[in-house]
C-alpha cells in the first residue's frame, strides 16, 4: 500500500514568508509525528498527534509554529514568519497505533525547506 | 535536545565485512530503536528492542541492550554496498506530556566499499 507522502519535496521560502508543509500518513494509522532534522543531525521531535488531536507539542521551537490534523488524517505544519534558522528537513510520520514510541513509525520522504 | 549518540560517527568497511555501530542514553527508556536513512529511501525503521529484552535479530542485524550500561549495538553481517547509509538509534522515554518521545541520536554514516 501507499506510504507517508509529504509536500512539497522542496520549498524555497523569503524571510518573513509564511510556509504550509503537508502531511498524508498511512491509512488508518492513528498516530502522526512531525520532526525537524537539521543537516548532518538526527530527527528532533515537534509534536504528536493521535487522530484528531494534539497531544504533545513540546518540540515546537516557537510560536511561529503550529500544526493540525483536523479530521485525523492528513496533518499541516505551518511555520509563520520564516527566519534562516528554520531551515532544515521536515519530517512526518505515522505508526498504528497510539502510544508514540512505542511501536515502529513510517516516515515520510520529508520537505526540505530553505528559508533565504 | 538529542539523548542518543552513536559511535562511530563513520564508518568505512569492505563489501562482506561486518559493521558494529554503538549508541549510548541516558535517561531510563521504553524501548530502543533503530532507523536506517539514504537519499534513495528516506528514514527506514530496522528493529525496536524493548527495555526488558537484550538481544534480537533481524536477518543480517542483530542488536543488543544494555539497560544497565544505558547502551545498545546494531551489528549489520556480511554488508553490502546497498547498506550504504546513516544509522541512528532512538529512545522511547517518557515525556512531560504523559506519554513517550522518540529521540534521535546523530547517527552513524556507513560506507560499504564494492
Known amino acids: 500500500g501507499a506510504g507517508v507522502s509529504q509536500s512539497p519535496r522542496y520549498k524555497v521560502a523569503k524571510r518573513g514568508q509564511d510556509v504550509a508543509l503537508r502531511c498524508d500518513p498511512i491509512s488508518g494509522h492513528v498516530s502522526l509525528f512531525w520532526y525537524q532534522q537539521a543537516l548532518g543531525q538526527g530527527p528532533e521531535f515537534l509534536t504528536y498527534?493521535?487522530?484528531?488531536?494534539?497531544?504533545?507539542k513540546s518540540g515546537l521551537p516557537s510560536d511561529r509554529f503550529f500544526a493540525e490534523r483536523p479530521e485525523g488524517s492528513v496533518s499541516t505544519l505551518k511555520i509563520q514568519r520564516t527566519q534562516q534558522e528554520d531551515s532544515a528537513v521536515y519530517l512526518c510520520a505515522s505508526s498504528l497505533i497510539e502510544g508514540p514510541g512505542l511501536d515502529e513509525q513510517f516516515f515520510g520522504p520529508g520537505t526540505r525547506l530553505t528559508v533565504l | 535536545s538529542q539523548q542518543g549518540e552513536e559511535d562511530p560517527q563513520a564508518l568505512s568497511i569492505q563489501e562482506g565485512e561486518n559493521a558494529t555501530m554503538n549508541c549510548s542514553y541516558k535517561t531510563s527508556i521504553n524501548n530502543l530503536q533503530w532507523y536506517r536513512q539514504n537519499s534513495g529511501r528516506g528514514l527506514v525503521h530496522l528493529i525496536l528492542i524493548r527495555s526488558n529484552e537484550r538481544e534480537k535479530h533481524s536477518g543480517r542485524l542483530r542488536v543488543t541492550l544494555d539497560t544497565s550500561k544505558k547502551s545498545s549495538s546494531l551489528l549489520i553481517t556480511a554488508s553490502r554496498a546497498a547498506d550504504t547509509a546513516s544509522y541512528f538509534c532512538a529512545t522511547a522515554e517518557a515525556s512531560g506530556a504523559g506519554s513517550y518521545q522518540l529521540t534521535f541520536g546523530k547517527g552513524t554514516k556507513l560506507s560499504v566499499i564494492p
Open positions: 498527534f493521535q487522530n484528531e488531536a494534539q497531544l504533545d
